[in-house]
């Protein structure tokens, strides 16, 4: 349980970007972000550098250029801060045996575009599930977990490994040795949301159930046996810097060339069509914090359905939902209009990742039913006309027969929490007013 435990503390935490005038707080949260472990070492340096025994096809000896295949084969990305050898994700940490490695905030919460850095994109090349399974392995276990981390490689089971911690928790964070039962589900496939909208945002959350000011939710991912409550009372302060650091963030702006005529007449669109839902964009923006009713937004409804109300009412029983003015979540109603701020660069889209290309999202008849991509994050595998990621369109989906970890490079639309159905909202449009939108959409 620890060792799995550990791993969650990586989903909850954001972003890097330039920030000079950055306050007292935010300083303070930035500096804990990017150099402290919230939580023990788990696996040792021989460990790191021995894993490759463990991936498939099997090796014969490890690669030359080490580091840089054991970030491509996960999907890691290289720190834009003092890391040493160690990508974003992972990091140095003490414990009473010694110093060894462990997870943090940007193993999820870190990705790359154009083959740069991001602290707060979310990290689409990420196979959590092959990660922890081979690590633990590094252990002299079997490396099985308890459930599957993720089904389809860039995302993950996130609000399910949430449920498995507080499912080994009492209300006032004792461990408990009988688990509750909350109804564990690990269909809801989650891509992880870029932490530059918070600041934006009433709630967080793809439903829109937590307070987005709430300091305690973003805690909850230090649920690993080592820590008790007098931890999480020690370190709120901390957090609440973290989150002064994550309200500050900024998204990136889009690297290429802009038809400047071509997006004014996108923008005019876009405000007709997108904004009551999405807000405007600008020196005077505006944003509406808007939960689109289920039924209407029609997408996949696993994410929606996937948390059981007595869940919920624990969770607002507990210290986390004890916090003054910002502690309890409320009952799902839809999902969450997010705002645009840097769409270029957090395809894959929807929820669930099921749509890699903006042009996709605006016809709902263009999406790709069964498909794959490299993983790369450099400009070969980037789509400037699309705007997302190059895909490879399938015919079917993979061979069970294939290790998981190949399985998971696919993406089939057809399985549970996949669908890449609904949000049909462009489909009346033009061929060249989506492209005129998509346009518009590169300068947010």
């Not at 193993?107 to 790359?112: D, I, K, R, T, V």
């Not at 029983?317 to 109603?333: D, H, L, M």
Request: with cysteine.
């Amino acid at each position: 349980m620890r060792h799995f435990g550990v791993a969650l503390v990586a989903l909850i935490f954001p972003s890097l970007v330039s920030a000079n005038d950055l306050d007292e707080a935010a300083k303070r949260g930035r500096d804990a972000l990017l150099t402290r472990a919230f939580n023990p070492p788990v696996w040792s340096m021989f460990g790191y550098d021995s894993v490759w025994k463990y991936w498939q096809p099997a090796l014969k000896e490890a690669p030359k250029e080490y580091d840089e295949s054991l970030r491509e084969h996960y999907g890691f990305h290289a720190a834009p801060y003092e890391n040493g050898r160690l990508p974003m994700g992972l990091r140095e940490s003490r414990g009473f045996f010694g110093k060894g490695i462990t997870t943090d905030c940007m193993l999820c919460h870190a990705g790359s575009i154009m083959g740069k850095s991001y602290v707060g994109l979310g990290n689409a090349s990420l196979d959590v599930h092959a990660f922890f399974e081979d690590f633990n392995r590094t252990l002299g276990t079997s490396g099985r977990l308890p459930f599957t981390f993720s089904n389809a490689r860039g995302t993950s089971e996130a609000a399910g490994m949430a449920v498995y911690l507080l499912e080994h928790r009492e209300p006032d964070l004792k461990l408990r040795f009988k688990k509750h039962d909350f109804g564990l589900r690990d269909d809801l496939c989650e891509d992880v949301p870029a932490w530059w909208l918070l600041k934006k945002k009433k709630t967080m959350y793809y439903t829109g159930t937590s307070h987005a000011r709430s300091v305690r939710s973003i805690m909850q991912f230090m649920l690993v046996p080592g820590n008790g409550l007098a931890q999480f009372e020690k370190e709120e302060a901390t957090f609440a810097d973290i989150q002064a650091y994550l309200l500050s963030l900024e998204a990136p702006k889009y690297l290429f060339p802009i038809d400047k005529n071509l997006a004014e007449t996108g923008q005019k669109i876009f405000n007709n069509t997108c904004a009551r839902c999405h807000g405007t964009y600008g020196e005077k923006w505006t944003y509406p914090n808007k939960i689109i009713p289920i039924d209407e937004i029609g997408t996949d409804r696993n994410r929606f359905d996937g948390l059981s109300r007595s869940l919920g009412e624990f969770y607002n029983k507990s210290w986390f939902g004890q916090e003054k003015e910002y502690g309890p979540v409320s009952e799902p109603k839809g999902y969450q209009a997010p705002p645009l701020d840097g769409i270029w660069a957090t395809a894959p889209y929807f929820h669930n990742g099921s749509v890699p290309t903006l042009a996709g999202v605006l016809n709902s008849k263009s999406r790709p039913k069964i498909f794959t991509r490299s993983f790369k994050t450099d400009e070969e595998a980037y789509d400037k006309v699309n705007i997302g990621w190059k895909v490879q369109i399938l015919d079917n989906a993979p061979d069970q027969t294939l290790p998981a970890y190949e399985r998971r490079k696919t993406y089939d639309t057809t399985q549970p929490g996949r669908s890449n159905q609904g949000h049909t909202f462009g489909d009346d449009l033009t061929d060249e007013q989506r492209r005129a939108v998509i346009e518009y959409l590169k300068t947010l």
